[in-house]
């Protein structure tokens, strides 16, 4: 290993976050002055925040060297947001977490013995969401169980992006080029040695979530797509299953002609065209989807754009962006 790399990278998306970061700033030095003394970094990505959360970071990067701020150019989502903090941090070991801390970075005391202990990745499982509404936790874990049985490789339930990585895993994942990233997902991609760590997630220490519903569809979307073709045979079983019922139907009509018992009949039409029409275009939909995300990807434009980075301990020249 290179001993000019930091022994720990911790890094953080942050969108709207101005509530919490003092807080997380804090916490996370505690822990990692213990562990670490000053041989950690803190990248801290503003994701197009429209609150004072840039001014903040900026604060922190001015007081503390362990500090680099990042800023995006606008509000790229998430999963980009933690991307670019992936590609620019520089640690042996990388912790990723939620600038709202309901993973607790104190854990990281003991997911570090795991990780030397000869594991690659070890993401957090929660054991419980303590204060998480009921609509946020049905839903998320419907969409974890549908997501296992569409996709070939193992994602585990109940798991987030917090988790520590080893260098070569994240290297791996960084050389990763598609647009629509799910994170998760792609680590359990790379596979390596993987080991799961149980916990109980937090409530929010302040601010509210910034996954609303719409947020929450295209997550899965980009989920799905991004794993698994699985909805595109779907497609081709609908196909089936409404030609085997309209062979049965074509039977029935030649029995009523050749019987002369030929009957009005509207209700049952306007129903098969309905149920056909509506089946049509889904099928539509789901093919769109993926053409969409082709298209997007042979754009070939950068996955995010960085506007600035400030570190008192690297020029910013030094920095990859
Ligand atoms: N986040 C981000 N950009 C966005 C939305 C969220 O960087 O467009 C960050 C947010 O600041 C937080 C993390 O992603 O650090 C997870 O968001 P949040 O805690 O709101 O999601 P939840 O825990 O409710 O699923
Ligand atoms: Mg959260």
Redo the contacts with the bound molecule.
Sequence with gaps: MNDDLPALSVV??????AA?LDQLHARVSTVCRQLFADDYELIL?????RDS?WADILRLASEDPAVIAVNLSR????????TAGLTICRGQRILI????L?DPPELLREMLPLMDGGADVVYGRREARAA?GWF?KTS?NLFYRALRHMVDIDIPADT??FRLMSRRALDILNSMPEKHRFIRGMVSWVGLRQVAFSYQRQP?VA?????PVS??VRFALDAITGFSIQPLRMASYLGLIFGVLGILALFYAFHSWVTGSVVAGWTSLITVVLLLGSAQLFVLGIMGEYLGRLYIEAKHRPLVVIESIHSLRYQASEMKA
């Design positions: 953080v998306p942050c969108y709207n976050e919490v990505v503003n994701d197009g925040s959360t509000n790229f989502g998430h999963q980009l947001a933690l977490l939620d600038a709202d309901q998480e946020k998320a987030g992006d929010r601010g509210e979530t910034k996954y947020k929450m």
